[in-house]
């Protein structure tokens, strides 16, 4: 099991989270992701925030398009205009096989802006280190 | 949880286990030297024991002979079979099969695969050339460096993602090249 799990609001006001209702893992289905994605569409709704969470402990959070925060500086701040999630794994062929201990695993979450330009946060799962980066 | 298995491909697969090594070899098979500038002509599994895991396997040799030498400037390989385009091998035919796998069904993008010196990714390996390509492929990629890695094809959800990559190895210089590691990347969801 990932300790490393999405948790998205949409716009009709639901919050939902990787592991959890309809959204556990189940073998040989769609991924929890794949899964919230085809609600989405079937039910047009869109994402207004997105987070993770490590170990279901520590929260990490991107800019939200909600509409209304409770920080003045929240609402002054540009919003993005879609939000994204995935994992990166990676690691040495000539290492042979790689498992949970020896691969470099990061869930990702991603917000765009209406320029294109994009927020990544990376967060370790081996440890819950957090990473960002901005791509133009 | 998400696995990597690699396997060296043979009349039997080989998979390389945590501790093995992917050996490129000479025409001499297990433990033969390759000549500086040349290509390899075997390729093998090596154990930490320094056995031949692969022995009796008859690992599929990928053998770089040219990068645009070929029909309408494809690369050229021998995999055993004389100099062909490398667009003509099969799946089972290529050296390395790299499996993903994934208890539940997930989209695979942005996979690239290249060599590097063993403890920088964005450097390249030292005394190595390195060569490869996906299965379908018209060119070689000289992925040396994350800068310059292959890029794999995207593939649909699925539990199970299988690559199959040609890759074949020159020394620069004589000696035996311990800075020199395959990586692959992707991103799944």
């Known amino acids: 099991m990932q300790k490393v799990r999405w948790i998205t609001s949409l716009n009709n006001g639901e919050t939902l989270y990787e592991e959890r209702g309809n959204f556990k893992t189940i073998k040989g289905e769609l991924s929890p992701w794949q899964r919230l994605l085809v609600y989405i569409q079937d039910n047009s709704l869109e994402i207004t925030s997105i987070a993770l969470t490590y170990d279901e402990r520590t929260r990490f959070n991107l800019p939200s398009a909600g509409k209304s925060p409770k920080f003045h500086a929240f609402s002054l701040a540009a919003k993005p205009v879609s939000f994204l999630f995935f994992r990166k794994l990676g690691g040495n062929v000539i290492d042979g096989q790689i498992d949970r201990e020896t691969a470099d695993h990061f869930a990702v979450i991603e917000a765009t802006y209406e320029d294109g330009n994009k927020i990544q946060l990376w967060v370790d799962e081996a440890n819950g280190n957090c990473w960002t980066l901005i791509i133009k | ?189």
């Open chain 2, 1 to 189: 949880m998400a696995t990597f298995i690699f396997t060296l491909q043979g009349s039997t697969p080989t998979v390389i286990g945590a501790t093995d090594r992917l050996q490129f070899a000479g025409a001499g098979g297990f433990d033969s030297k390759v000549t500086v500038g040349e290509y390899n002509d075997s390729v093998h599994v090596k154990s930490s024991a320094d056995a031949d895991d692969s022995s009796g396997n008859t690992p599929e040799n990928n053998k770089f002979v040219s990068a645009a030498g070929g029909t309408g400037g494809d690369s050229q390989a021998d995999w055993g079979d004389g100099t062909e385009d490398i667009d003509a091998i099969t799946d089972a035919e290529c050296s390395l099969k790299i499996n993903f796998a994934d208890a539940s069904s997930v989209a695979i993008t942005d996979a690239i695969f290249y060599a590097y010196d063993g403890t920088t990714t964005t450097a390249v390996p030292t005394g190595v050339t390195f060569q490869c390509a996906e299965s379908g492929d018209t060119n070689f990629t000289n992925a040396e460096g994350s800068a310059a890695a292959l890029t794999l094809a995207d593939s649909a959800a699925a539990t199970s993602h299988d690559y199959y990559i040609l890759v074949s190895a020159s020394p620069e210089s004589v000696g035996l090249k311990s800075a020199f590691a395959l990586r692959v990347e992707l991103t799944y969801s």
